[in-house]
């Protein structure tokens, strides 16, 4: 994130953005990342820590008491990204203007939609364990015009794609599973699960889907699976691997461990 900062403020806390993995160490920076990132900032984003930062460390009280005051009035909150937008005059009242925009249109999707697109925008930037109760808590939703069958094979869908980017092979399986209980005739289903198979043999699968499946075209799936695996083996972190074993005993054990601690730590940033 690269931004021209107008506004230099004595911040000793920087605000963490877990899903987008920085710290904001300006109402530029904060502001930049409201305008950018408007499924982020609905409804949930300005709480009582960031709104903490806002008062102790961008020292911009009177903001802060503002947006106290409006969220205890419980009335549109599209309204407090707004005004943190004005007050810090990092953009002009023609972009802010552009961003009400924005807000109004994703406000006209129906409240399903909109709450998949939010968990969607989570998926996207690798969030997949934030991702997983917000795809779950749609699943309870009752039927209605925009929540049918479709709907609901969509977000077991998600689910099953959160689940194996985890490496969590037999619950991404359970999902498809369910996904495809709900739209049979997506054989996009029978390609994920089949994937799922080939990147996990062991993973076991019903009589019904080794039927479903052998009468299926592979060929095409098979070219996908070989083009995946030949672009991992091109990936600079298999080179930086071929390139660890090159060195000496000693320095080879000092690569493996860095690189075991960055593996750990994306992990832990999914969750």
């Not at 506004?7 to 300006?26: A, D, K, N, W």
């Not at 949930?44 to 903490?52: T, V």
Request: hydrophobic share 40%.
């Amino acid at each position: 994130m690269s931004l021209l900062l107008c506004r230099m403020e004595p911040v000793r806390h920087p605000f963490e953005v877990p899903e987008l993995g920085v710290r904001l160490y300006s109402s530029q920076e904060l502001c930049y990342v409201i305008y950018e990132n408007p499924l982020l900032a609905l409804d949930d984003f300005i709480d009582e820590r960031l709104i903490h930062f806002i008062r102790e460390d961008l020292g911009m009280e009177f903001l802060a008491g503002r947006l106290e005051n409006w969220k205890k009035s419980e009335e549109n909150p599209d309204n407090m990204l707004l005004m943190l937008l004005t007050e810090c005059s990092y953009y002009t009242a023609a972009e802010v203007n552009r961003y009400r925009q924005t807000l109004i249109q994703l406000r006209k999707k129906p409240p399903a939609e909109l709450r998949k697109a939010r968990a969607d925008y989570l998926f996207e930037k690798k969030q997949y364990g934030k991702a997983i109760p917000m795809y779950e808590k749609l699943l309870e939703l009752p039927r209605d015009g925009a929540v049918d069958d479709g709907f609901f094979s969509r977000i077991w869908c998600c689910l099953g794609a959160c689940h194996a980017r985890m490496f969590q092979f037999e619950k991404a399986f359970h999902a498809y599973d369910k996904a495809y209980f709900y739209d049979s005739k997506n054989e996009d289903i029978l390609e994920w699960i089949y994937c799922l198979k080939a990147f996990c043999p062991t993973l076991p699968l019903s009589d019904r889907y080794r039927i479903l499946l052998s009468g299926t075209s592979q060929g095409s799936w098979e070219k996908k699976i070989a083009a995946a695996r030949q672009k991992g083996l091109e990936s600079e972190e298999v080179k930086k691997i071929d390139r660890m074993f090159e060195q000496d005993s000693e320095k080879r054990l000092e690569c493996a461990a860095e690189l075991v601690k960055e593996w750990k730590q994306e992990y832990r940033s999914m969750m």
